[in-house]
């Protein structure tokens, strides 16, 4: 129930803050802000050290062994904000470059200042975050991204009318340094469990803890990289074939089907992944899996015949007319992404049992043939070839999971 409250939230935000973006900025605007906040995710995994999944993974095994509990926290707290600050002095000094380079033009070198700073509280977030799933603490992580999704559309909406693209961009970073402080406060009020053990954290390194940590962070960071540079690699192919404008509508068709995706993939990531993690049978394992399809599926096939009837109506909806071309590609990447949705769920038992290399490959060899197909379908089929290489990638994607499940192995 709080996993699903906290999804419907985060879906109904983000469908307020992309109306907002769509209606004053257009699909150009949507698609600077999408490069924008793929370039956020790639400082981010730097300034975490991509951790996140292993805090979860070990604070849900070692929440009732105090010593190796108060380990992992403090030597997490350290990685991220000795990584944070590695990056935040990156883009101080490279502030005016990547404004350029990121954002097309130099008048955003304030934006890369900002968030110089809010790296932080986006590195503080995510790892106060990870340990309150590890804990099984499901209401306070609810509430926690209630008031992100929350904070998120009244900055939006005040700072978008100030300061137009530039005040969506700070809209994005502020909420995260908001949050923060909102988040100690809730934890001093509601958990019953200590998060943060400042005392002595220089020197508080585990080294045995650090290397379980890091098996974690070469998958993590690995596979947001290369699901980041995916992104952006679509966005220059769609920009050099045709316009910046048909980016933005890109950007809009992945922004719909991800809300799709949230209504399975987030609540099952919180629920099963400690599941997994704790399960040292197959068997165990393969029933937990029956249950999650049995629901997800048929829930699924509901909401995409629903979408795909009332397309044209949700896209003015959530969007504008603007973005109507969206329209053509829509069945392909929903049912695409019905595939990608299976695909996932196989995925989290081999996150929850460190199979690191099998989720590597599988993310490469999706994001390289995507990106390989999107060249020449569009090339072929104008933008519509886009639809058509996400729904083979994704074909490819959950067979190849498929067989990889078939000889999964744990001990």
Known sequence: MWTST??????????????????????????????????????LSVANGSIQTGIVKYAAEFKEDENMLRSLIKSSLLISLSLSAVVSLSLLVFSEYLSIKILYSDQYEAVF?????????????LYVLSILNGFGEIKLLTIINILLSVLMVLFCFLLV???????VLFALMLTQVVVFFLSIYLMQKISMRKIFYIDSIFNAIDKEIV?????????????????????????????????????????????????????????????YLPKFSSHKKLSSIRSD???????????????????????RDIIELLFSSEFLEMANILTYVLIAEFFRILAFTLSNVFMAKAKVYAILQNEFIFSLTMVILSYFLINDFGFIGIGYAYFLSSILFLLLWILKFKNLKIC
């Open 6 to 43: 906290q999804t419907i939230v985060k879906i109904l935000s983000g469908i307020i803050v992309n109306k907002l973006i769509a209606i004053s900025l257009g699909p150009a605007g949507l698609a600077m802000i999408g490069q924008f906040q793929n370039f956020i995710a790639i400082a």
């Open 113 to 125: 200042f900002f968030l110089a700073f809010a790296i932080f509280f986006y590195s503080l977030n």
């Open 161 to 167: 009318y100030l300061y137009d693209l530039s005040g």
């Open 211 to 271: 290397n379980k940590l890091f098996r974690f962070s070469i998958a993590t960071f690995s596979s947001g990289m290369i699901m980041t540079l995916m992104l952006m690699s679509l966005r220059h192919i769609i920009i050099q074939d045709s316009s910046i404008e048909l980016a933005g509508i890109w950007e809009a068709t992945w922004r719909l089907v991800s809300y799709f995706n949230l209504l399975f993939v987030l609540p099952y990531a919180i629920h």
């Open 289 to 311: 899996l029956k249950e999650a399809y049995k629901f997800l599926i048929p829930i699924a096939i509901i909401v995409i015949t629903f979408i795909l009837t009332f397309k």
